[in-house]
């Protein structure tokens, strides 16, 4: 069983920057995929980022690339997502989740994906304003 914590959120004026903390604990391996999802109430939840654990390979959101950074130091097993340029779209609860194997993980940008991830922090907000 893999447990997830998240920080670093807060509120922020466009155009600034944030970085988020995701810390594993628990039974982590080297093969799994790791990403950071967002929500907004009343929408689904949305893959933001992924990071092959093993050899650091990544996929961004359309919406998020130039702009924010995954990142994964594994002998601190902590997840890092840098978000440089912030807009107020940006706003939204944001979660790390973790999933077993790796030869799925650049396929996380779609709808659905939250699904095939096995552990799920609880979420750090993240304000946004204009």
């Known amino acids: 069983h893999v447990q997830l914590v998240e920080s670093g959120g807060n509120s922020v004026q466009a155009g600034g920057s944030l970085g988020l903390s995701c810390v594993a604990s628990?039974?982590?391996?080297?093969?799994?995929?790791l990403a950071w999802f967002r929500q907004t109430p009343g929408k689904d939840r949305e893959a933001v980022a992924s990071i092959c654990r093993n050899d650091g390979r990544t996929e961004y959101a359309d919406s998020v690339k130039g702009r924010f950074t995954i990142s994964v130091d594994n002998a601190k097993n902590t997840l890092y997502l840098q978000m440089n340029s912030l807009k107020p779209e940006d706003t939204a609860t944001y979660y790390c989740?973790?999933?077993?194997?790796?030869?799925?993980?650049?396929?996380?940008?779609?709808?659905?994906?939250?699904?095939?991830?096995?552990?799920w922090g609880h979420g750090t907000q993240v304000t946004v304003s204009s």
């Open positions: 628990g039974r982590t391996y080297n093969d799994h995929c």
């Open positions: 989740a973790a999933g077993q194997g790796v030869g799925w993980c650049l396929d996380v940008i779609r709808v659905g994906a939250e699904a095939d991830f096995d552990y």
